[in-house]
């Protein structure tokens, strides 16, 4: 007598969203002297974030001074000061670090530290944080797959993240990162209208407004889902 057919395996709860690794690239970083977190003159940061754009290739890149009540008011208000089309094209990026790796993982190539760049009006999702990582970093690095358990991503501490970046709170910026480390790009951005978008400017009063398509050209970074689907 046949055997009664197997059951069908029961499809997963929700499929992980697809991603874009990260690729390799090399970026001018500026010398200590010339850090824009040392300087209080905006002028002379100016200057400084300028020459480095050009010196990556970010030819859409505009640099624009803010007022120093820049942080103390709305979105809507940021939005309109920089002609942004939506406050939803209003990015920061924040270095991130997993604290779950050891010593030895770090050293066969793990990603201890990323720069991520995310709406403002998104939530970062901590768990999808991790799989960025594990798939549009360490995947491009032929590393095998950890297990969750192995991934605690969080913002680094204030003095952390001045040593890492180069920049204060409010002002880091992909572009002249001191320490060189893997990006990674919520994937909203790409699809915002204009595609342009808006971040720090290596100054607590600079913003940068940078064409979508060449900041993906020019800095490769992994572009994966990480924020929260509301």
């Known amino acids: 007598r046949a055997k009664p057919a197997k059951p069908a395996a029961k499809a997963k709860a929700k499929a992980e969203p697809a991603v874009v690794q990260a690729g390799p690239v090399k970026l001018p970083v500026p010398p200590a002297s010339s850090r824009c977190s040392d300087l209080n003159d905006v002028e002379k940061c100016l200057a400084v974030m300028k020459n480095l754009a050009l010196e990556a290739g970010l030819k859409s890149a505009v640099l624009t001074a803010v007022p120093s009540e820049y942080y103390s008011q709305s979105l809507e208000w940021r939005r309109d000061l920089l002609g942004a089309p939506s406050i939803h094209h209003l990015c920061k990026s924040m270095i991130m670090e997993n604290t779950k790796l050891t010593e030895e993982q770090v050293a066969q190539g793990y990603c201890k530290y990323a ?14 944080m991790g799989w960025a990582v594990r798939d549009c970093v360490e995947a491009a690095r032929g590393l095998a797959p950890l297990a969750r358990k192995h991934y605690n991503m969080r913002v680094v501490d204030e003095s952390l993240n001045d040593t890492l970046s180069g920049f204060p709170h409010n002002a880091v910026s992909p572009l002249g990162l001191a320490t060189p480390m893997p990006m990674i790009l919520s994937d909203e951005i790409p699809k915002l209208s204009g595609g342009v978008f808006f971040l720090g400017g290596g100054h607590v009063d600079i913003k940068l407004r940078v064409d979508c398509a060449e900041f993906v050209e020019v800095f490769k970074p992994g572009i994966a889902m990480f924020t929260y689907d509301d």
Do not use: L, S
């Open 115 to 128: 720069c991520f760049t995310v709406q403002y009006t998104a939530r970062m999702h901590k768990e999808r």
